[in-house]
Structures are given as C-alpha cells and as structure tokens.
C-alpha cells in the first residue's frame, strides 16, 4: 500500500516537472538538465523564485538584458542586495564557474528563452570570453 | 511516510473544502474559522492584548508604517478600526504587562499602553536593544517574554550551513564557526532597560540557525523554540543525500532551552529517521557519522523545510482539554523540497504536558493555500506565518502573503 502511494506520488512529481519539450532543440535540453540539477531549487521549476529569497527570471533584465552581465553573475556569483520586480533580494548566489562554457551558455540560453522569456541565445564562445576577461582582471 | 498518507488524504479533503469556499480552513471536526482581518500586508507575527486589540508586525511598510493595531469597536467579531504606526519592518511582536513590544531587523523596541491597551505614544518607542547582527539572510527578529523581566531575541545566523563562502558548493565548513559569536541563536536582554547592544545580553543558547518560532511555557517556566534545519543536503552533496533525502532532510526542529545550551548547529543537523544528530558533511560528515556530542536533542522533528514560523503554547479554556499546554505550530511552507512538491503551509498541533510531547504531531489548520499541491510557494494564496491566543481561547492565525487573519473558535454546543 505504502509503496503503491510512494511510486504515485513520485510519478506526480515527474509529471508536474516535466518541462514542455515541444520546440526546444538539443542544445537547450543541456540547458533544461542543467537548469534542474543547478538552479530549479532555489529559482523553482516555473523559474518564479521564491517570495523573498530567491528572484524570478521570468523577464527579468538581468536574465533578458546584457549579456556580459548575465555571463559575470554565473561566473563570480552575486553577494549584494538586488532590487528585481520591485522587491529586494538579500540571499546570496555563490558562483557557478566550475560548470563547462558549454554549460553556462546552454542554461543562460535556456532561461532566456523559457519561463516566457524571449531572448537571444548565449554561446560557449561568449562565456570563454569573458572569464578570460575577468581572470586577467585579477 | 505515515505522516506523509496522512497529509496526502487531508490536502485532498482541503481541496473540496477550499474549492466551496476560499476561505475556509479545513479543521478537526468541532472547530469553526472566521477571517477577522483581510489585506493587511505582509503580516508576519501578531500579538494580542487582554481587552481583545490586535497588533500585527509587517515585514514590508504600508504607506510608511511597519505596525498595525486593530480594534473590534463594533463587537461584531471583525476589526474594522486600524492605527499604522512605527516605521521600520520586521517580524516580532509581543504584549506583556502594558507595554508593547516589536523588533526591527537589527533592534527591540517597547511602547507603554494604557488602560485600554493602546500605545500612549506610538511615535516615539523606547528603544531597549540596538545593532544586532542584520544581513538580509535569517535576518528577522522573533521575541517572547518571561515572567522575570527578561525578553528574548532569536538572532538568525546569515548563512545556511556556516561555509568559508556561504551557499557554494565544495566550500568547506568553516572551524570553528565565527558566526556563533553573535548570531546563530537566542540572546536574553532585559525587557525594560533602554539602549542595550550585545555587551548587556547575554547569549542564552546557541547552535541555532534560525529560530522563527519561540515562546515562553508557563506551565514549566522555559523557553522554547522551532528551527529552520539547514538547507542543500542533496545540491551540494548528491553522492550521499539523493533528491528525496535532501526534502526530508534534516528535520525542523522543536527544543526546549536552558541558558548555556548548544543545539548542534552548524556543527550537526538531527536526522528524524535515525533520531541522531548526524555530523554535517561541510564538517566531515557522510551522512552516518554523528557529530556535536554535547549538543542538546530537539523535542520533535518536522520533515525538512517545512518552515515552523511561529510557536504557541495554548493555556485557553474554550479548546478541548487535551489542547491545553500543547504547542500549536504555524509552519510557513517549503520552497527547497523539488522535485518533490513543497509541503507545509498549514498549523501543526502537539499534544503535550509538563513541557514534553505526550504524543506525534497532527495538523490542526490546513487549506491556506487555496491549492491542493504546490510546487513553488509562489503558488500559494495564503501561507501561516503568526499565532496568537484571543482573551477568549480561540487561536488567531496570520498570513504574511496577503495579510488575513482567521480566528479558530470551538464553540459549545
């Protein structure tokens, strides 16, 4: 009985996490897996966030504006109060920089692209770039 | 996993319940909920004094105004006559002998009432303690009172497990945790001396990550508080917490405090299936190994996350005899429980006597979220944040979403 409950409650939350897949081209699958095993817990599965914890990513500028910026948060992570939708942001996101260029590329093209965003992509090329810059800055 | 069924088939009971009526809470049987006050903001704890006047504690301002009181002019059981006064936000409020008192993120301040419980100055509070630790993180101040004269402050420590860089992965604990030293637990400061900072508290307990739920039992004359357990056992360390581990994990936790005790934090976390408190794996842990041997055990544990943020011990004579002297419990909801859904959002009851638990913990109030599942607690309509027990008996539930508040009533037959 116990487990008959267990696997149902397992297989709802497969099914409620499941992303819709439709278009999503290989690239931005790399993107989903690395969204969920990085960011979904703390940015949730609708990328909502959480009430004054976390920031959403739906059409946020950090998220569908600069690029560099986006890039810069990934890789130094981000430790000051933030102001998105309005609301203040104290927590702190550690760094993400031990994930491959093609990692960061493919989950900062994944959220730009998903939650209802409607950016541009990211390549892997970008964010080499960029943390060549900022490792000869130091 | 008992209880896990059991919240199962009461959220599924909730459901049709909520779908009737948006409002109402599913309650065990006999009991009746009103909602007595509605869009308040984001009210986190509430206090209410002798002759029936609510405070509430607001963590964000209202055109410029971090308290509300309100008043039941009328008697018809709804507050319908507000006053917004003092202008900073934050989380603790208590009344106790005519005076109240209300936390700011990083100090305690005391107003005097009058006969009739209302501030004689709402514009200029004494303030009794100053410039504790505030960082946005586990900043909020939560205050009960003793009958000695003393008032207690939880100080939340600003990080999630004490790392050299907190919240990444691989950052090792850091050894000793230099956080304890003002934060990370509860500080015991005078409730009538004005301007003291941390040289005139003393530390009463520490190892405490973030108390959001204290309260003082008369019955046993102790503090007790509820903890917010520690978060990203499975993110940071999947070879040895898998997904589901890392929801339940560790539990929240119910103690019971003497000066001078430790609970383990950040040191260990209790695990409630083994009923050990298990070395942190920041610290060396794998997950089996225990750790801070002479830290003190919890009451209870909660299942990970669920967010105990207030705590009340019922003295009423209007509930049902076995209701006195237990604990109600506000549990805020999850946010750290995927995939799995999040869980929580609902008010725990623990039967108890002579300080200690006579039995398991049940949910008392649930249906506040208007859902029967949530999977982010952007989700939820409503979510329990603050207790408190009306001069009648009837328990008082806030809500820091929108700011309502329900009275739970058993009325005689």
């Known amino acids: 009985m116990l487990r008959v409950i267990s696997i149902a409650i397992f297989w ?61 948060i990934l890789l130094q992570g981000l430790n000051e109060p933030i102001v998105v939708n309005d609301e203040e942001y104290y927590n702190p996101m550690a760094s993400f920089s031990f994930l491959t260029d093609q990692q960061i590329a493919a989950v900062l093209s994944y959220i730009r692209t998903n939650f209802g965003n409607k950016s541009t992509a990211v390549s892997a090329q970008e964010v080499l770039q960029l943390r060549k810059q900022l490792s000869s800055k130091k | 996993m008992k209880n896990i069924v059991l919240l199962l088939l009461s959220l599924q009971i909730s459901f049709f319940v909520t779908a009737q009526n ?21 009210v986190r704890h509430i206090a209410i004094a002798p002759n029936g006047t609510l405070y509430l504690k607001l963590e964000r301002l209202r055109n410029g105004f971090g308290i509300v009181r309100l008043r039941d002019l009328n008697q018809d059981g709804v507050y319908e006559d507000s006053l917004l006064f003092g202008n900073y936000i934050g989380t603790g409020i208590a009344v106790k002998n005519h005076f109240l008192y209300a936390s700011s993120n990083n100090a305690i301040f005391r ?34 009172l003793d009958n000695a004269g003393n008032i207690y402050v939880n100080i939340g420590a600003p990080s999630n497990i004490c790392q050299v860089e907190d919240r990444k992965a691989g950052s090792p604990g850091s050894m000793p945790c230099p956080i304890l030293d003002s934060a990370g637990g509860i500080w015991q400061f005078s409730a009538s001396s004005l301007d003291q900072t941390y040289a005139q508290g003393v530390r009463y307990a520490t190892g ?16 007790f508080v509820t903890v917010h357990g520690r978060d990203l056992l499975f993110q940071h360390f999947p070879q040895l917490y898998d997904a589901k581990a890392g929801a339940e994990l560790p ?33 060396g842990g794998d997950g089996i190994k225990e750790g801070a041997p002479d830290a003190i055990e919890p009451l209870m544990g909660f299942p990970g996350h669920l967010a105990p943020n207030a705590l009340l011990f019922y003295t009423g004579l209007q509930f049902p005899k076995r209701y006195r002297n237990g604990a109600f419990i506000a549990f805020h909801g999850s ?15 623990v039967p108890m006597k002579n300080g200690l638990p006579t039995g398991e913990w049940e949910i008392f109030a649930d249906g506040f979220t208007g859902k029967d599942k949530i999977m982010s607690p952007r989700e939820a309509k409503h979510r329990p944040c603050g207790l408190a027990q009306a001069p009648d008996g009837s328990l ?18």
Not at chain 2, 112 to 129: C, K, M
Request: some cysteine; charged content about 20%; hydrophobic content about 35%.
């Open chain 2, 111 to 144: 107003y005097a009432l009058d006969a009739d419980f209302q501030p004689i100055n709402p514009t200029a509070p004494g303030r009794l303690v100053y410039g504790l630790v505030d960082k946005g993180q586990h900043a909020s101040k939560s205050i009960t």
């Open chain 2, 22 to 42: 948006a409002v109402a809470l599913k309650l065990p049987s006999g009991f009746t909920s009103q909602v007595v006050t509605q869009e308040q903001g984001r």
């Open chain 1, 12 to 72: 709802m939350c497969l099914s409620s996490t499941a992303y819709s897949q439709g278009n999503q081209s290989p690239k931005s699958s790399i993107g989903a897996t690395v969204y969920q095993q990085y960011c979904m817990s703390c940015h949730q599965a609708d990328g909502g966030g959480v009430p004054r914890m976390t920031p959403s990513l739906i059409s946020t500028s950090y998220v569908t504006g600069d690029k560099k910026r986006l890039i810069t």
């Open chain 2, 396 to 413: 008082l539930v806030s809500d820091d979403v929108r700011g309502w508040v329900w009275k739970i009533s058993y009325p005689s037959k």
């Open chain 2, 251 to 283: 539990a929240e936790t119910f103690y019971r405090l003497k000066k001078g005790q430790d609970a383990g934090w950040p040191y260990a976390y209790w695990d409630q299936f083994k009923k050990k408190k298990i070395l942190s794996p920041e610290f």
């Open chain 2, 335 to 349: 946010w750290n429980r995927n995939p799995e859904f999040q869980e929580g959002f609902y008010v725990v009851f």
């Open chain 2, 208 to 223: 405490l990550r973030n108390v959001v739920g204290l309260d003082w039992n008369n019955e046993v004359n102790d503090l």
